[in-house]
């Protein structure tokens, strides 16, 4: 389902493993500070909300700075039905590239 990643990237990170997102050969070459803020900030671009997003200016000033960030909440186009799939779905999923049909 197209929107699984989306929901696995909201429900694990809310879960504190982030890190389950993300295949194994980025996390050995890359500053894990760094990548978990990345994700936080990436959830935050995509809540349900568009008035909860942050802008573009604030998306840097977060990428360049380590000031907590707030918690994202529930994303957007992530319905009841997809939450009870992610659920019941495995805990694990890698980055993959996405092609245009």
Same mark, same amino acid.
Request: with cysteine; charged share 20%; glycine share 4%.
């Given at each position: 389902?197209? #929107?699984?990643?989306? *929901? ?5 990170? %809310? &879960? *504190?493993?982030?890190?389950?997102? +993300?295949? $194994? ?8 500070? &760094? #990548? ?6 990436? #959830?935050?671009? +995509?809540? &349900? ?9 604030? +998306? +840097?000033?977060? #990428? *360049?700075?380590? $000031? %907590? ?6 994303? *957007? ?21 996405? $092609?245009?049909?």
């Amino acid at each position: 389902h197209h #929107l699984n990643l989306l *929901g696995h990237a909201w429900i694990l990170f %809310t &879960e *504190g493993k982030p890190l389950e997102l +993300v295949v $194994e050969s980025i996390i050995e070459s890359c500053n894990l500070s &760094e #990548l978990i803020r990345s994700i936080h900030i990436a #959830l935050l671009c +995509v809540q &349900e909300d568009p008035a909860d997003r942050p802008s573009m200016s604030c +998306v +840097v000033l977060m #990428l *360049g700075n380590e $000031e %907590t960030l707030p918690q994202p909440k529930q994303p *957007g186009f992530f319905t009841d039905r997809d939450l009870i799939e992610v659920a019941y779905s495995s805990n694990k999923c890698s980055i993959s590239l996405l $092609e245009a049909r």
